[in-house]
């Protein structure tokens, strides 16, 4: 969303506050009005001829907002620079124009003027990029929980699920002001103070209008006298401003940020713990946060800044409203093919169901089909039967009266010739039999073509249903690929905190050592300073040795000097001891002295005394 985009929303709320019949349009007074406000807020060199220039044909009509749209693009948001003015005075006075005609909160109001102009920058922050200006449930749950989660509290949703279930909400979405009066019923803040929201409103506010990743209290080393003084630090996309304090009255620096810089964890020293340094091309800021968790907060956020100002992008939150937009867009395509490929199954199973119904339509026929050939068979059983016994009985007639009337033979052979034609009669009979058994067979035949037919819908079935187990398959695989790279992340984690106990071990063993050291060094230095010691108490009984007491001379009384002693000659043998014992004596010094010991202050005198200054 561009600067324009969020100035037409606020100039949007304005326009339609001036409608006050509702009507759409705006009279031309009004509008000279919110023009020359808008020249001033905007810093735009006011052009009081060019309204009526524009509208010179309808001097005493209203406008509608299409009519006002042209000059306001052209004389107005056309001569905007962003920079030049502050994004916050045009919402204060879009604001003030629209909360007088419609904020009117009813009874005990939970937010104050200023709470709830935040709010409603915020709403159009948020808002769809259509008009009228709605905002989406989604949209108000993610702020909400935002501003639960700067007041360290958990979201009522059972409260937000009831006035995201009113119609008008379902339908159309969130209005400014349905928001607002939900917010003003105190409901959803039950328990918390005032005083307590209000923060958490203006935080959530500075963070995604204000375009503040994240703000604080941070120690920073000065860069002429390196002492450390403790500031307010407020991070944006591009750059990282800090203060005297969080009132931000007193800006004391502003540290541009872009690709060239980075951020780098430091160990602790100076008395400091978790340190980090800023590095960018001019200086290197040296930072100390309150604990490991505000470091990693803080590096983090000025990578995330760092990042943001490399891909062109001026604001986080607006790159997650569209990142949101997205998700919401890709999660209906997946619901409509999801819904899609229900439909399909559903026409699959309504086809299988189908299918199954003439099946079984098939079936019921071929058992209807079944019966009436038994039927026709114990029929035509009955009627052989009832044909065989009657022609028995009518053999027995002939019988008994070819027996009984031999004599009437005329009779006999009228008789015979009945029976001839009878016979002719039972041929006919058993030529039908035949033809009937002939339909018996064909319909046997027929049953056969039906149980072939069952067979082949029965591996067309069979057919769609692998195809249908494959889908699963497909869908069991993928949610198992799933789950298995869901795992894999998880052990990465596991793997990257095991390495850093480790490295913060070795840490331990690294200082540990570097105790040991440094103990060891102190007593070397203290068995230097005793072998310094030796050495001198040596000296003094080899100058002793150097000079004996020679024949008639007295030791003195005092302090261990001598009255009188003999200065020895060159070829003296105790000279040449001297000698010798300089040489060890500035050779053991050497030795010492490469070894880092104490003895750098002290020096040999001329008599070969050790001599401690």
Same mark, same amino acid.
């Given at each position: ?48 001829a060019?309204l ?35 994004k ?14 419609n ?16 709010l ?21 749950e ?6 639960c ?33 939900m917010?003003?019923?105190g ?33 920073k080393?000065?860069?002429?006298r ?46 400091k ?47 997650l409203?569209?990142k =949101? #937009?997205? &998700?919401? *867009? +890709?999660?209906?395509?997946?619901? @409509?093919?999801k819904?899609? $490929?229900?439909?399909?199954? /559903? %026409? ?15 079936k ?15 029929? =035509? #059983?009955? &009627?052989? *039967? +009832?044909?065989?016994?009657?022609? @028995?009985?009518?053999?027995k $007639?002939?019988?008994?009266? /070819? %027996?009984?009337m ?31 058994l002939q &339909? ?7 049953? @056969? ?9 029965? %591996?067309?079935e ?65 068995k ?24 008639g ?61």
């Amino acid at each position: 969303m561009d600067l324009r985009s969020e100035l037409l929303k606020s100039i949007w709320y304005a326009f339609t506050a001036l409608d006050v019949e509702k009507s759409g349009k705006v009279s031309k007074s009004q509008l000279k009005v919110l023009s020359h406000n808008l020249y001033t807020v905007l810093c735009i060199p006011h052009d009081p001829a060019a309204l009526e220039e524009h509208f010179r044909d309808d001097d005493d009509g209203p406008v509608s907002s299409q009519g006002y749209m042209p000059y306001l693009n052209k004389y107005i948001l056309d001569k905007v620079v962003e920079g030049t003015f502050v994004k916050e005075n045009v919402d204060e006075l879009c604001w003030t124009l629209t909360a007088k005609k419609n904020y009117r909160p009813e009874g005990k109001s939970v937010l104050p003027g200023k709470d709830a102009f935040r709010l409603w920058c915020l709403f159009i922050f948020l808002s769809e990029d259509r008009y009228p200006l709605v905002m989406i449930p989604d949209e108000v749950e993610y702020l909400l929980k935002k501003l639960c989660m700067a007041m360290s509290v958990e979201l009522n949703c059972v409260e937000l699920e009831d006035f995201i279930s009113q119609d008008s909400v379902q339908q159309n979405g969130f209005t400014v002001w349905a928001f607002l009066e939900m917010m003003n019923s105190g409901k959803l803040t039950r328990g918390i103070a005032k005083e307590t929201i209000s923060m958490a409103i203006e935080e959530v506010y500075r963070e995604i209008v204000g375009d503040v990743l994240k703000e604080g209290y941070l120690w920073k080393k000065g860069q002429l006298r390196r002492n450390w003084t403790e500031r307010w630090f407020t991070l944006r996309p591009s750059t990282l401003i800090y203060f005297t304090s969080e009132d931000r009255k007193d800006r004391k620096g502003n540290i541009q940020l872009d690709g060239n810089c980075c951020v780098e964890v430091l160990p602790d020293r100076d008395g400091k713990r978790c340190m980090f340094c800023l590095k960018t091309l001019p200086k290197t800021y040296e930072l100390s946060a309150s604990d490991t968790k505000q470091r990693q907060e803080w590096t983090t956020a000025i990578q995330t800044a760092i990042r943001l100002h490399v891909e062109g992008k001026t604001s986080l939150h607006k790159d997650l409203k569209l990142k =949101r #937009r997205e &998700q919401r *867009e +890709q999660r209906e395509k997946r619901r @409509e093919a999801k819904e899609q $490929e229900l439909q399909r199954l /559903r %026409a699959l199973q309504e086809e299988r169901e189908r299918k199954m119904a003439e099946l079984e339509l098939l079936k019921e026929a071929q058992r209807q089909a079944q019966t009436l050939l038994e039927q026709d068979e114990l029929r =035509r #059983r009955q &009627q052989h *039967e +009832q044909l065989q016994q009657a022609l @028995e009985i009518q053999l027995k $007639e002939a019988e008994e009266a /070819r %027996a009984s009337m031999q004599a009437e033979m005329a009779l006999k052979e009228a008789e015979a010739e009945r029976q001839r034609t009878r016979i002719k009669e039972l041929e006919a009979m058993q030529q039908r039999l035949e033809e009937a058994l002939q &339909q018996e067979i064909k319909a046997r035949q027929d049953e @056969e073509a039906f149980r072939y037919a069952q067979a082949g819908l029965l %591996a067309e079935e069979e057919e769609k249903m692998k195809a249908l187990m494959s889908l699963r398959e497909e869908q069991e695989e993928y949610i198992q690929r799933a789950q298995r790279e869901k795992q894999e992340l998880k052990q990465e984690m596991e793997s990257k905190s095991r390495s850093l106990d480790e490295a913060q071990r070795q840490l331990e063993e690294v200082r540990a050592n570097r105790h040991r050291v440094d103990q060891d060094v102190v007593a070397a230095q203290r068995k230097l300073r005793q072998a310094s010691t030796n050495v001198k108490h040596w000296n003094v009984q080899m100058n002793r040795l150097m000079h004996p007491i020679g024949p008639g001379e007295k030791r003195s009384s005092g302090g261990g000097s001598f009255s009188s002693f003999r200065i020895p000659s060159q070829k003296d043998p105790g000279l040449r001891l001297k000698q010798k014992s300089d040489e060890q004596d500035e050779e053991s010094k050497e030795n010492m002295e490469s070894r880092g010991g104490c003895v750098s202050d002290k020096r040999l005198s001329t008599n070969g005394n050790m001599e401690i200054p």
